[in-house]
């Protein structure tokens, strides 16, 4: 049950976009399109923002987005605002049927 | 709307034992599994155990196996999460989550669990 491999940070400008990426293995990312995404501003508790690789909860903006290649997937976060800024975490069930967290990446908006 | 409330955090000495629950309210509570999820002071988010909507399986991460025990009274819209033989390393915020597909959409604020002498 090994952590899924984040970048410990991102940053862009307002208007630019990022992309956070989590890279599993063929028993969790790699295995199902169950990877989830979570932001989680300082001293909050997560929210969705992403499920099933690409789905959006309703109220997530559409500027939030996701997609998978074989054992890694990627948040999409485009014309970047200020209050994007926070920790987001991706999530994968696993063939253990366990869930597995990624470390983490502090977006930064410059 | 959908709320969850956690309670039963404090301090624990090493080798004691503490029960959390989660209070829901504003969904079908005996319709969704649970999850509960930790995040140590100052790191990442750490899955700890699911239960199934009507608490037929249980899964958990493998350091808290045999340790904690997930439950749930589907008449109280209340799920719990046993601790026992606590160490240091399980000090964290302990959150609750309900289940949507394979994903969790409602988190509730969490509630500290401190172990230390």
């Known amino acids: 049950q090994s952590a899924l491999t984040q970048p410990p940070s991102v940053s862009g400008s307002p208007g630019q976009s990022v992309t956070i990426s989590c890279t599993g293995t063929?028993?969790?990312?790699?295995?199902?399109?169950?990877v989830s995404w979570y932001q989680q501003p300082p001293g909050t508790a997560p929210k969705l923002m992403i499920y099933?690789?690409?789905n959006r909860p309703s109220g997530v903006p559409d500027r939030f987005s996701g997609s998978k290649s074989g054992n890694t997937a990627s948040l999409t976060i485009s014309g970047l605002q200020a209050e994007d800024e926070a920790d987001y975490y991706c999530?994968?069930?696993?063939?253990?049927?366990?869930?597995?967290f990624g470390g983490g990446t502090k977006l930064t908006v410059l | 709307q959908v709320q969850l409330v956690e309670s039963g955090g404090g301090v624990v000495q090493p080798g004691g034992s503490l029960r959390l629950s989660c209070a829901a309210s504003?969904?079908?509570?005996?319709?969704?599994?649970m999850h509960w999820v930790r995040q140590a002071p100052g790191k990442g988010l750490e899955w700890v155990a699911f239960?199934?909507?009507?608490?037929?399986?249980?899964y958990y991460t493998d350091s808290v196996k045999g340790r904690f025990t997930v439950s749930r009274d589907n008449s109280k819209s209340t799920q719990y999460l046993q601790m026992n033989s606590l160490r240091a390393e399980d000090t964290a915020v302990y959150y609750c989550?309900?289940?949507?597909?394979?994903?969790?959409?409602?988190w509730g604020q969490g509630t500290l669990v401190t172990v230390s002498s």
């Open positions: 989550a309900k289940a949507k597909e394979m994903a969790t959409d409602y």
């Open positions: 504003g969904f079908t509570f005996s319709s969704y599994g």
């Open positions: 239960i199934r909507f009507d608490g037929s399986s249980k």
């Open positions: 063929s028993s969790d990312v790699g295995s199902y399109n169950r």
């Open positions: 099933d690789v690409t």
């Open positions: 999530s994968s069930y696993t063939t253990s049927s366990t869930w597995v």
